[in-house]
């Protein structure tokens, strides 16, 4: 499904995360394996550090503080935006929707369209494509676009094969009208035969919470889980990645009329380190124009992925210019998504911590 | 230039690999065993196998491996 928007700009960027940062070498003895294993696979996926909400902490703390943060230092002013999204798939509770209470929170103004939507690695660009929809309303003057989730929280410690990957982060993303932006191009493809990929079990109104659902239990590789934890099948994701993207991005290109030589930068969901480099290479992209560093550095925050890529490795190019940018988001659903967009003269693009 | 079996011992010291002939089905290469030996293939050969070729059927035993290898024109 392709789509096209006209007059939209992305003004600014603001991630935040946790302060509580651990390391994979901290964390190795978590696992049953040898530490030689531990140390190769570290190497080749990109372990290195984390960052973690602490006990209690929730979506609409990280969102919140973020936003208090933009008030305060005169970067966004709360009259001005109409439309606040959250994307999340770790909301404060089933009910109400945790942007009504982002909004309550930070008292904003009655006339605001609050919405929440449960999308996770492809969530910043179904985030997005919502927000420019909504612009195309006289009424939303600015939309702000959350990208938050506490994933943590619902990993198992003893599964290696999720743990050391999972990071807590959200992303606020100011969007709005600019009548001298170029054409925007996108595409979707979703395929929810393949939803148990990437599911968390137990907890909803299939399966509620119990102490039998909280039971650890051996689920093989030597790693222990229970079904209210997150479970993704690893190679199924991978292949899934790697047979889906390259043609979803390849199509994007095609229908927008350039090349991969034509774009500056891809920045894609960031899984590890290893998937993106098989990506990367399968579709001939130099690597330094693809971005593999986040979970590295603070791990996969979903949805937040590919606005904190930006703001750790482009911040400053943001600010000062425009460049092509190819965005690509894919994961649990199963979503893949990407689009074609001019990022560029940012008024803010910057990675905060959350106290 | 490391044998096969050489470089799959780096990975897994306590196996041989010259008489196992099932290494994802017996469980002597788990899934990571697997990404990890695609990186060391890549890096030692100087080549990218690509990702969906990075499938269990392929890692099943040193012939299947080999055969991988020869399509990127790796002969041991």
Known sequence: MNFTYQHKRISGILSVVPANEKTFLEEMRNYNFPEARSRKLMEVMGYGKHRLVEPGVCVSD???FGLQQLFDRGLLVPDEFDALILVTQSPDHFMPTTSSIIQGRLNLKHDLFCMDINQGCAGFL???MQAFMLLEQESIRKVILINADVLSRKVSPQDRNSYPLAGDAASITLVERDFNAPI???????DGTRNEALIIPAGGFRKPSSPETAVMEDVGDNNFRAQDHLRMDGSSVFNFVQ???PPLIESLLSTAGTTTEMIDYFICHQPNRFMLQKLADKMKIPHAKMPMNIVENFGNSSGVTIPMALCFNLANELK????????????????WSSMLMQLGHLNFCEIIDYP | MPSLSEILNRIRPEVDFTTAQHFIEDGLLDSFDMVTLVATLDQTFGISIDGVESVPENFQSLQTIETLLQKYGVTL
Do not use: D
């Not at chain 1, 988001?329 to 199963?334: A, Q």
């Open chain 1, 62 to 64: 990280l969102a919140v």
């Open chain 1, 126 to 128: 179904i985030g997005l």
């Open chain 1, 184 to 190: 925007i191009h996108s595409n979707l493809k979703m």
């Open chain 1, 243 to 245: 047979v889906e993207v």
């Open chain 1, 320 to 335: 000062q210019r425009h460049y092509q940018c190819c965005l690509a988001g894919f994961g649990v659903g199963l979503t």
